[in-house]
């Protein structure tokens, strides 16, 4: 409850997300993200809210769509879609995120223009993640890591 306390007092608030629901645009342990409190009405497909899934916990995820007052959510690393959501489970939205102390606005053309192609390609993304986490992992051994 304090992450939500900070937005509604209109702080900025940092966080390291856990889980890989949002990879590879968000990697645990390596990437932080900033979030602010906003105007849900000024929210729109491809930004990335934080929400909290009723009676449970705090969720970052990436719009899909929008109906009204209700929203649907999936996570970067996934396929299945969550909602609809009231907005009223809204939070705040990922303004930022900061990798290996590099700042990177979600403004960001690069950043607006690959999680737009990401979001599209949302049927296949888990199989994408898991060939790019394959690769990772022979590229490491190849090294003799």
């Known amino acids: 409850m304090e992450i939500e306390k900070l937005l509604l007092e209109g702080r900025t608030v940092q966080v390291s997300p856990i889980g890989y629901s949002m990879y590879p645009l968000i990697v645990p342990g390596r990437d932080t993200v900033q979030i602010k ?9 491809g930004d990335v809210a934080l929400y909290r899934r009723e009676g449970s916990i705090l969720v970052l995820h990436r719009i899909w769509k929008r109906r009204g007052d209700s929203f ?3 996570g970067d690393n996934q396929r299945d879609i969550e909602g609809p959501l009231p907005s009223q489970q809204i939070c705040g939205k990922m303004i930022a995120v900061e990798r290996k102390g590099v700042y990177i606005p979600v403004e960001n053309i690069r ?10 390609m949302r049927p296949f993304r888990p199989l994408i993640s898991h060939a790019i986490h394959k690769l990772k992992k022979l590229a490491g051994n190849g090294s003799g890591q």
């Not at 950043?111 to 599209?120: E, G, H, I, P, Q």
Request: hydrophobic share 60%.
């Open 37 to 45: 409190r906003v105007d849900v009405s000024r929210l729109r497909r």
């Open 72 to 74: 649907f959510f999936v």
């Open 111 to 120: 950043y607006r223009a690959f999680s737009a192609v990401w979001l599209w």
